[in-house]
């Protein structure tokens, strides 16, 4: 059985800066892409970004572009969300998310699903 476990989130302030991390188990992790959605109340779940199994492509949704960075580690089988400048904007419940298939991932779709950590960003 896979698990996602988070950690990381919390409450900052603008301009701040957080790193998200997600250990994964029950599969092999370096063969799956990963990836970071978030989700604010009131609107859908959003793909903040994403990575394929040998860390050469990765994906970023334009509004943290130049902000967030995504990586891997292999051999700890946890994926990062260094995450800043952050904005009040990016407060939101964040999930880790694994697909066996890179571009099912960054359409949207999922294997599998963490549990979520929240962030706030406070002004």
């Known amino acids: 059985q896979v698990q996602l476990v988070e950690s990381g989130g919390g409450l900052v302030q603008a301009g701040d800066s957080l790193r998200l991390s997600c250990k994964a188990s029950?599969?092999?992790?370096?063969?799956?892409?990963m990836g970071w959605f978030r989700q604010a109340p009131g609107k859908e779940r959003e793909l903040v970004a994403a990575i394929g199994w040998s860390a050469i492509y990765t994906y970023y949704t334009d509004s943290v572009k130049g902000r967030f960075t995504i990586s891997r580690d292999d051999a700890k089988n946890t994926v990062y969300l260094q995450m800043n400048s952050l904005k009040p904007e990016d407060t939101a419940v964040y999930y880790c998310?694994?697909?066996?298939?890179?571009?099912?991932?960054?359409?949207?779709?999922?294997?599998?699903w963490g549990q979520g950590t929240q962030v706030t960003v406070s002004s």
């Open positions: 998310a694994q697909n066996n298939n890179y571009l099912g991932l960054i359409r949207g779709r999922s294997d599998y």
């Open positions: 029950g599969r092999t992790f370096s063969s799956n892409a």
